[in-house]
């Protein structure tokens, strides 16, 4: 099967090769220790951050309730942005450790608008916490992490940001854009195996953990286990798993060797060109994604037809979830899924789909595409 959904992206055959390396004890080799720190400066280095980065085991979620558990304590106020279904997710994390989710809701099909958000600060800014979601995956938009963690830092409030599917494919300035802890995955743009998530974490933050006066609830996802360990000899809170570290720091290699932003940008802009001028609509109506696109399903046709009958046509592609799962198709050109011959291949086989399906198209969206790509 081919992919290009969006997210777990296809893995790089290096990447795969390094994984299956194994060389030692990272419990016991100090020179492991050194590896990985050089794996997690990588993670600060892609977000031009001198901050501290680290590994977690565990997909990505993991990495959104422990920065919520982390940073926040019993009772405190969580200022919840969302204009999509993980951006809203960010309230179960906040109630489950026993805080205050106040939800601040934005249209489910736009970035998150600055001018409301800021409306509603100069009325309630009690707040020393706030989440949002760089880019909702299921609805391909990416907010403006500078706008939003930059108003939030303004009035001295600490964000939480989970770019897993933006991360290695949008262009983040940790320490410009005033974000306090990132949250990223190693399966969406970096294009390694499922099964890590990568933290960076800034001063702000460690320090308002330092300062706690009551302990975080779980051992697991404590991030200052992970800073600050010290006990015993050992450098790491449990034993890592090495191989999953050789794929990252492979694939975070192969990322580096490409310009991926920019790559990103262009397979992004000439998807969502191919796709209007056949005639179909992009679901978002501003602040489209680099590393996601979403577009409606025309007319009487179910979203999941699509994606069935591309599976059959040996590629996957993504549907999407909630209320807008018979609605939205998406394909996910993050990392290493961007490869020209497969999205020819891709919009090939669109092309079929829809004339199975007895949908006219303006265009084939191969022509299309091939003409948007080589411009
Ligand atoms: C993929 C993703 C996650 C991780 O969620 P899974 O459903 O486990 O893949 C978290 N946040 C965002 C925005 C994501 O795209």
Redesign the pocket.
């Known amino acids: 099967m081919k992919l290009l959904c969006?997210?777990p992206t296809s893995i790089d055959k290096r990447v795969m090769d390094a994984m299956g390396q194994f060389l030692t004890n990272p419990d016991l080799d100090p020179e492991y220790t050194k590896f990985h720190r050089n794996v997690e400066k990588k993670i600060s280095k892609l977000l031009k951050t001198e901050a501290t980065s680290f590994l977690m085991l565990g997909?990505?979620?993991m990495g959104?309730e422990g920065a919520v558990c982390s940073l926040m304590e019993r009772g405190e106020r969580v200022l919840v942005l969302h204009n999509g279904y993980?951006g809203k997710g960010f309230s179960d994390y906040v109630e489950r450790y026993g805080g205050k989710a106040v939800e601040l809701k934005f249209d489910y099909r736009r970035g998150i608008d600055l001018k409301k958000l800021n409306e509603f600060l100069d009325k309630d800014s009690d707040f020393s916490i706030a989440t949002f979601?760089?880019?909702?995956?299921p609805s391909g938009i990416t907010n403006s992490i500078k706008e939003i963690a930059g108003a939030l830092n303004k009035r001295g409030i600490l964000t939480i940001v989970?770019s897993?599917?933006a991360i290695g494919g949008e262009e983040i300035n940790f320490d410009e854009d005033k974000v306090d802890i990132l949250i990223g995955?190693s399966?969406?743009c970096l294009s390694a195996p499922v099964g890590l998530t990568t933290i960076t974490i800034s001063q702000r933050a460690k320090e308002k953990i330092a300062k706690r006066k009551t302990k975080v609830s779980s051992y697991y996802l404590n991030f200052e286990n992970y800073y600050n360990y010290t006990y015993d000899s050992f450098d790491f809170p449990y034993t890592m798993n090495e191989n999953l570290v050789y794929a990252l720091n492979m694939a975070l290699d192969i990322l580096f060797e490409k310009d991926s932003i920019n790559l990103h940008k262009k397979y992004a802009e000439s998807t969502r060109k191919t796709i209007e001028k056949a005639g179909l609509k992009l679901y978002p109506l501003d602040s489209h994604s680099n590393t996601v696109t979403a577009v409606l399903s025309p007319e009487g046709i179910d979203a999941r037809e699509i994606t069935r009958k591309m599976r059959e046509h040996g590629m996957i592609i993504s549907g999407s979830i909630q209320d807008i799962e018979d609605k939205v198709f998406r394909i996910g050109h993050m990392g290493n899924n961007i490869n020209k011959e497969n999205f020819i291949e891709l919009f090939q086989k669109l092309d079929i789909v829809f004339e199975e399906l007895g949908v006219k198209l303006k265009t084939s969206l191969k022509d299309q595409f091939e003409k948007e790509i080589n411009k």
């Open positions: 969006a997210g997909e990505a979620i959104l993980f979601v760089h880019c909702e995956t989970d897993v599917s995955g399966q969406k």
